[in-house]
């Protein structure tokens, strides 16, 4: 099991930028593939962005594309997204998470840390 603590959320304006942080521990996070996920009141998780194992390829839902940029730093077992030109419909709690497959058909294990609220309102 992978556990994870996110951190870096908040109030922005539109427009605005946060960086979104989480760290890792548990089972050897540098084994898995990453990806950040976000949620809304009576919806359904919906995946973000993922990252590969070794961090050379990434993955962007279409409705963040050329705004967020998902990395990681398998030495300190983190994981960040910086989220630029926000906007009110990102607002949500956004979580880390560990997965397989690939990018592709990125598959998340079912180890949900609290998350971080981001508020995006003028």
């Known amino acids: 099991q992978v556990r994870f603590v996110e951190s870096g959320g908040g109030l922005v304006q539109p427009g605005g930028s946060l960086r979104l942080s989480c760290v890792a521990s548990?089972?050897?996070?540098?084994?898995?593939?990453a990806a950040w996920y976000r949620q809304t009141p009576g919806n359904e998780r919906e995946l973000v962005a993922a990252?590969?194992?070794?961090?050379?390829?990434?993955k962007y839902a279409e409705f963040v594309k050329g705004r967020f940029t998902i990395s990681r730093d398998n030495n300190e077992s983190t994981l960040h997204l910086q989220m630029n030109e926000l906007k009110p419909e990102d607002t949500a709690v956004y979580y880390c998470?560990?997965?397989?497959?690939?990018?592709?058909?990125?598959?998340?294990?079912?180890?949900w840390g609290q998350g971080t609220q981001v508020n995006v309102s003028s």
């Open positions: 998470s560990v997965g397989r497959r690939g990018l592709t058909y990125y598959t998340p294990y079912s180890w």
């Open positions: 548990g089972d050897p996070f540098k084994n898995y593939l």
């Open positions: 990252i590969t194992d070794l961090g050379d390829r990434t």
